[in-house]
């Protein structure tokens, strides 16, 4: 299974600023995801970030209020810009799992630690 | 896009009972998988069921998809402490999943 970290694993932030979010894999991977879980919720999926190429946002979620990066195969940011107490949230990012490889039977999905933001 | 309803929300149960939460949607599914996420932790994936009337186990817990394709179960059998956490069922493509809204177990010792 793959590794997956994010940074920052925590956040305070001030209303109107905005915060970028950090996801590393220890592996090549195609697909990565970035997800929101708002306290007591499920998961929703924000976007899927492409190697390369723009973003793919959502309904309800758009570009210029999470912009994101996918420079390599390994790394991508989330940025929450303008952030309000709405954003208040869990986010996540994941990477599919790719069956044939090693350890992989199904188009599983790996899971970051998340980073827990708050916004006052 | 596809839509799956959980059931229950919540469930309390003493420690060495039975818990069992559902998936239903209205549409058919092509696979359906399952999740779980511990207080404080991240989802982690416990199975894919691709097979109609598929019954699959992992130890205690058991694995279920309708003959319809329409609804799944996870059942654990004596429930223990560890078992503590919520369980989301996930639908759709690889490229794009869609989570229930999940049950919250809680164990009591």
């Known amino acids: 299974s793959a590794v997956i970290s994010q940074k920052p694993s925590r956040d305070i932030c001030q209303r109107g600023t905005s915060l970028t979010i950090q996801c590393q894999v220890d592996?090549?991977?195609?697909?990565m995801f970035w997800y929101r879980q708002q306290p007591g919720q499920s998961l929703t999926l924000i976007a899927t970030?492409?190697?390369?190429?723009?973003?793919?946002?959502e309904s309800g979620f758009v570009i210029d209020k999470f912009p994101i990066s996918r420079p390599n195969l390994t790394f991508s940011t989330l940025t929450v810009s303008n952030m309000s107490p709405e954003d208040s949230s869990i986010y996540l990012c994941?990477?599919?799992?790719?069956?044939?490889?090693?350890?992989?039977?199904?188009?599983?999905?790996?899971f970051g630690p998340g980073t827990r933001l708050t916004v006052l | 896009g596809q839509q799956v309803m959980q059931i229950p929300q919540y469930q309390h149960v003493q420690e060495g009972e039975d818990f069992t939460t559902y998936c239903n949607s209205s549409t058919t599914l092509s696979n359906i998988q399952w999740y779980k996420q511990r207080p404080g932790g991240h989802p982690v994936f416990l199975i894919q069921l691709v097979k109609s009337g598929e019954v699959k186990k992992q130890k205690r817990l058991t694995f279920q998809f309708g003959e319809a394709k329409k609804n799944s179960s996870l059942h654990i059998t004596a429930t223990q402490t560890t078992d503590v956490g919520t369980y989301f069922c996930?639908?759709?493509?690889?490229?794009?999943?869609?989570f229930g809204s999940g049950t919250q177990l809680t164990v009591l010792p």
């Open positions: 970030a492409n190697q390369g190429s723009e973003a793919t946002y």
């Open positions: 996930a639908i759709g493509s690889a490229r794009q999943l869609t």
């Open positions: 592996s090549q991977v195609t697909m």
């Open positions: 994941s990477v599919l799992g790719t069956p044939g490889t090693s350890g992989h039977r199904y188009n599983e999905q790996f």
